[in-house]
């Protein structure tokens, strides 16, 4: 699977809209770009997947760049509940096995 | 949540002991995972399961085994836990809609030993 790039951490403001940016730079033409997070003290959790058109759904949005190198998480409301790490992980969608290959993700601060 | 619980949610054990985790799932689900998160290396997939006794290893697979008897239960089994199994573990399950596939993940398992 191609690798993706995310900065460490990011801090936003509550009720601000949050871009987190990811690199995949190496993607196919079939992989899939999902998002997860991860909750303190919980398991990922979906969050949002695309392939080539932005794409909207009731936890965020995503936008993909024309070339698909690279791709935005949108939260348009940051919550503190919002505050976690994000995980951008590309998926094979010709794989039958599901698996997924974290990186290190990009920590979230949401300050009141 | 996908309906998977796994247990136990805590446990202490000693080096040289076997421990046993479990994943359960209630949707009859094919491909069962399990992966262990440590401090500065994200999630790491261990072993998988595509269906009954069929499974296969991942990316940190020793000193771990799997056994799938019935679609519902899968489990991981430590045969010699050592101080650097120490974890966190995940169980998922993968759901495939639309041609693509959605991992859910249960609540983990912290597993001591020492």
């Known amino acids: 699977d191609a690798k993706t790039t995310q900065p460490n951490s990011m801090e936003s403001n509550e009720e601000e809209p949050v871009h987190l940016p990811c690199n995949h730079s190496t993607i196919s033409g079939t992989d899939y770009i999902h998002w997860y997070r991860q909750l303190p003290s919980q398991g990922p959790e979906y969050v949002i997947h695309g392939l080539t058109s932005n794409v909207n759904n009731r936890m965020a949005s995503l936008a993909i760049a024309e070339d698909r190198k690279s791709s935005t998480l949108i939260l348009h409301r940051a919550t503190l509940r919002d505050a976690a790490v994000y995980y951008c992980?590309?998926?094979?969608?010709?794989?039958?096995?599901?698996?997924?290959?974290f990186g290190q993700g990009t920590t979230l601060q949401v300050k009141p | 949540d996908a309906g998977i619980t796994q247990s136990p949610r805590h446990k202490v054990t000693e080096t040289g002991t076997p421990v046993t985790l479990r994943c359960h799932q209630t949707?009859?689900?094919?491909?069962m995972y399990w992966y262990r998160q440590d401090p500065g290396h994200g999630l790491r997939l261990i072993h998988y399961s595509y269906g009954v006794k069929d499974t296969d290893k991942g990316e940190v697979s020793d000193g771990y085994s799997v056994s799938r008897s019935k679609t519902e239960d899968f489990l991981l089994t430590l045969e010699s836990a050592t101080s650097s199994q120490t974890s966190v573990y995940f169980c998922?399950?993968?759901?495939?809609?639309?041609?693509?596939?959605?991992?859910?993940f249960g609540p983990g398992t912290r597993l001591l030993v020492l």
């Open positions: 949707e009859n689900h094919r491909y």
């Open positions: 992980i590309l998926r094979d969608s010709s794989s039958n096995t599901g698996k997924l290959i």
């Open positions: 998922a399950i993968s759901v495939r809609t639309g041609g693509v596939e959605t991992q859910y």
